[in-house]
């Protein structure tokens, strides 16, 4: 007797890129996304670029490494190939303008070296009298060679560095930055216990108004290069 082979089951893993970035986008209505921008080779900061430039038309992407080497970023960078998406490899001290909206390339080096925390892109976004400063997850000996020329990292708001975890935001750092907001990305439970206590207090202490996307969902902030506009998903 004859029996049809069983159906082999194949979950559909979804990734984050897939499920959360541009389920985002697409809510937004976005179906191109001019520059997308990896700080670092790390899964968490590059594996859901991959899905936006499958999903996405997207202008060209910005790095400020490119780890051949590394399985997340050849992916997203066959990805790019395939799709015929610039490539742009910034380091410090560069310029990027959008309209009337400057990127200072804040770190790191021009070298192709490693692609970790402390190799992260860093850029200060500059419109009107407004400064907005990216940091990635650059840790304590990234701050101190920023705080070489602590003038540059000085910012109205900071994401802060790699989700509040105790390895970074030194006091210097916070000094030097002066920021009146401090946005941290973490989720509403981290396994590593992001944010760490102590950073939040010293940010606190610092008298920043504190955000943190697990308590308050997606954080959006505008300005008109004066004053600065915040809304979040939960209020």
């Not at 159906?7 to 986008?25: K, Q």
């Not at 070296?113 to 990635?136: Q, Y």
Request: glycine share 6%; hydrophobic share 40%; no cysteine.
């Amino acid at each position: 007797e004859f029996q049809d082979e069983p159906e082999v089951f194949e979950p559909d893993n979804i990734t984050i890129g897939e499920s959360v970035v541009s389920g985002f986008l697409w809510e937004k209505g976005y179906d191109k996304v001019d520059y997308i921008l990896a700080t670092h080779a790390d899964s968490d900061h590059i594996q859901g670029l991959t899905d936006i430039a499958k999903n996405f038309r997207v202008k060209a992407a910005i790095f400020g490494r490119t780890p051949f080497q590394d399985s997340d970023f050849a992916e997203l960078f066959a990805v790019l190939e395939k799709r015929k998406i610039d490539l742009i490899k910034v380091s410090r001290g560069e310029v990027l303008n959008f309209g009337k909206v400057k990127a200072e390339v804040l770190f790191p080096a021009n070298t192709n070296e490693i692609s970790d925390n402390n190799h992260s892109v860093v850029l200060r976004i500059i419109f009107g009298e407004r400064k907005f400063l990216l940091t990635g997850d650059i840790e304590k000996e990234a701050e101190s060679e920023l705080l070489q020329n602590p003038d540059i990292v000085k910012a109205d708001v900071i994401k802060v560095a790699h989700h509040g975890s105790r390895t970074s935001s030194t006091q210097g750092f916070i000094n030097a930055v002066k920021a009146d907001i401090a946005v941290i990305p973490v989720g509403k439970t981290s396994p590593f216990g992001h944010p760490h206590k102590e950073v939040l207090e010293r940010w606190e202490n610092s008298n920043a108004l504190i955000l943190t996307t697990g308590e308050r969902g997606t954080v959006t902030i505008s300005t008109d290069g004066k004053d600065i506009n915040i809304e979040t998903f939960l209020p």
